[in-house]
């Protein structure tokens, strides 16, 4: 018999795995064949254009995807989303260098085009966490996929909140006709609240607020004080929001320490939303190191509750009442105003208002006319979320 050569014998080596994997690869693929599953064909847009893949799994997104009426199917495919970022934008730089014709391969997408409605709060948290990935991975990762199969009216909305230009990716064609009569401003978003962005969102807000009333109706004094309280108490509330979303001992990437915001105008309703979001420790979690704590812990030993220890979220909704209802400043300062009261404070300014707050696993509704309400949330909102809806 004839003696083998050592490079032989490596070669006859990697022959035989070589072959075992494609062996597999077949197996898997005639294995998928028999159960009636097959890749589906997805285009994706980046900020280098268009390109083709295949995706393995496809998961839709929900047909309401609104964080009031649909709470827990969005958080959950939020969730999802978050971590589909991150890996997809990994995908994309491995596949920076190829052509624009070279076909990838996607492990599962979420498909927007099932969505069939959506709020100006939710396309404000959808933009915040692809913010988010854009500021984590500034390498132009982020990717889009089967935009032309979106919904026109969706597609409006996030063209307006500023979702597209955001990512540098040009939005689907449509018709120049709107198909909504829900009008949203730009997001704007920011680290503090003194700095230009800040002083733009306000203007924005000042021209919501004015154009949603009727062409004279300013011209009354009464109506005009009103407007000016309220924006007066906007301000302050949203400073609110601000302030308390990053400590600074809060375990926060620099990167994501921001808030966004953004407003919506019904002029059908004569209705102004507006939205504050951020990614922070939640009001729960920051709750502990407030002045006003002192205030939280009487009240529970009055409903013989034993206190919070630190990191439980099992009384969010209760503790998030109390805290709307405390009375005292975060600050400690008189010419602060009234700490979280000044988010109630909004509503009654206004003929007919509603307050919604979600942190962690609480949510608070405050409606003008009605008894406010707290209560436990299943599934966890990684932030907090304060919106408001204002019939003027």
């Not at 959950?76 to 995908?91: D, F, G, I, T, W």
């Not at 599962?108 to 709060?121: E, G, M, Q, V």
């Not at 982020?142 to 996030?158: A, F, G, K, Q, S």
């Not at 829900?182 to 969102?201: C, D, H, K, P, Y």
Request: with cysteine; hydrophobic share 40%.
């Amino acid at each position: 018999m004839k003696k083998r050569y050592i490079w032989q014998k490596r070669w006859l080596r990697r022959h035989s795995i070589f072959s075992d994997r494609r062996r597999l690869r077949f197996e898997a693929a005639a294995a998928a064949r028999r159960q009636g599953t097959r890749r589906l064909k997805v285009f994706i847009e980046t900020q280098q254009g268009r390109r083709q893949a295949w995706a393995a799994n496809r998961t839709p997104m929900p047909e309401n995807f609104c964080l009031e009426s649909n709470y827990d199917e969005c958080i959950e495919r939020l969730r999802k989303l978050r971590l589909s970022l991150n890996q997809s934008a990994r995908q994309m730089r491995r596949y920076s260098g190829a052509g624009q014709n070279k076909r990838a391969r996607v492990a599962s997408f979420l498909d927007f085009s099932t969505i069939k409605r959506c709020t100006p709060a939710t396309a404000l948290v959808l933009a915040a966490e692809y913010d988010r990935a854009r500021s984590l991975l500034p390498s132009g990762g982020i990717r889009l996929i089967n935009l032309d199969n979106w919904r026109i009216d969706l597609v409006e909305m996030l063209d307006e909140i500023g979702f597209f230009d955001l990512l540098q990716i040009p939005r689907p064609q449509t018709s120049s006709e709107k198909r909504s009569d829900i009008s949203v401003v730009r997001f704007q978003t920011g680290s503090t609240f003194g700095n230009t962005e800040a002083g733009s969102l306000m203007k924005t807000l000042a021209t919501m607020i004015v154009t949603a009333d009727h062409a004279d109706a300013l011209d009354d004094p009464t109506t005009l004080a009103a407007r000016l309280r309220l924006y007066s108490a906007l301000v302050e509330a949203c400073e609110n929001a601000r302030r308390h979303a990053y400590p600074a001992a809060a375990a926060v990437d620099p990167a994501v320490r921001r808030w966004w915001m953004t407003g919506a105008v019904h002029q059908a309703e004569k209705r102004l939303t507006l939205v504050v979001y951020d990614q922070g420790v939640t009001i729960p979690a920051s709750l502990p190191g407030w002045l006003g704590y002192s205030w939280i812990e009487r009240a529970l030993r009055l409903l013989s509750l034993a206190p919070l220890q630190e990191g439980d979220p099992s009384r969010d909704g209760l503790i998030l009442r109390l805290a709307m209802n405390s009375p005292r400043s975060s600050t400690g300062l008189d010419h602060r105003g009234k700490g979280f009261p000044a988010f109630k404070q909004v509503i009654k300014e206004c003929e007919r208002g509603k307050l919604r707050i979600v942190s962690r696993h609480g949510e608070f509704i405050y409606e003008k006319g009605r008894r406010p309400f707290g209560r436990q949330l299943e599934s966890p909102l990684e932030g907090t979320l304060v919106e408001w809806d204002l019939w003027l």
